[in-house]
């Protein structure tokens, strides 16, 4: 049965879900598993809610946790194959308008060209561009100094440009 | 002088880190510079593209999180800690307001400016190497920075607990001035106080130490941890 304290908990952070989704999906390839991550990481800040005290910042309370969560499955994954997926067919098939095909090929360049950064620039990106979170907060979330933050952010910014050229050339020629 | 390095120049740039006059000078000098002009305009590019990346979540996921979360059962052990949890906040805070109420303090220089940096890093702005521990209990060591602070020079290394609560430990090579309306310990080696929901934690050996942080108990955690008691 729901509580006052759930309805205090979904109230505080269900805000916070598109910030979870956006970090869990540059995290991780496969869409089901995002789903997963996304919802084990309600369930585990629910409990600490409750367990502990309440959160100075939410938003950044629970991206460590799905951060955390993440890190840890992906350790596991690299001793398994992570299972192809075609998101782009699983998410989208009912629309043929053109300016939607065309959103939705630069958008999967996107998508592809992020998940071509090494994982600490896409994580500091997917923070600070993304999520909003300041240098000061994505530091504390990656637990690393802010310096280094904002050298993971510039250099992957600079790579994300690049790659999204490369591959718009090659579109293009081909 | 630093060398010139556009990418760092441009990182802190794009970042928020340069203000005031030197902004407006970095800003003259990407003009003439080509490197630092084509750092800042790759670093635009990126991040437009990136911002243009973000996603909102799927209405399904959102339902599924409410039912996952509406069905998961409440801690009993957590809900008895938060009841102490809460008695101790509200003596803490009684405490607070009558401090206040009697003694209406003004607080030495220092302490106003640690407890701005405190709340917004703007003080000591140097990276610098942690000399103290990386991890002190359940905290864990974020940021190392130095600066000064009025004739005193000062470093201060920044720790997080998991709920995300800060305490920053300042040290200095003098002693730090006595915060208004502190209370001294028994011995006098050690003052602390409770200023705006925040709590300070000072003490002169083994190196003059003053712990900042908005949480009683990690502060004291942080100060019985480095052996400031």
Redesign the interface.
Known sequence: M??S??DE??NET?PC??L???LA?RMVKDPYVV?DL??ET??RA???W????????VE??IS?ICLNLARSWLRKASTRRELPTDEIAKDRSSSNVESEAFQRLR?NL??T??RELPEEQRVA??LM??NGF???EA??IM?????TV??R??????????L?EEKVTIDEEA | MRKHDPERSASLYLGGMVSGHARKRFEQHIMGCEDCWREVEMGRRGRALAESSRELAPQALREMVRSTVAAAPLSRRGLAFGARLGALAASVTLALVVVFVVLQPSQPQEIEILLSDYNRAEQLQRQTQAALPSVLGDLELVEVRRGRVEDMSMVVHEYVDPAGHIVAVYQSDSAFPVARGAEHSVSGATWSAMLDETVMFCADRPVPSLVIGDDQREVRLAAVELGLE
Not at chain 1, 50 to 57: A, D, I, L
Not at chain 1, 143 to 147: L, Q, V
Not at chain 1, 153 to 162: E, F, N
């Open positions: 729901r509580s304290v759930h908990f979904l269900l879900l598109d979870v989704y956006n999906r789903e996304v919802q309600y369930t629910f409990e600490a409750t367990s502990h005290r309440k959160p100075r910042n950044a309370w460590t958008s996107l998508h060209a992020m990106i997917t561009d993304l300041t240098a000061r530091a504390r637990s690393t100094p802010r310096n904002l050298s952010v510039h250099r992957g910014r600079k790579r994300l440009a690049s999204l």
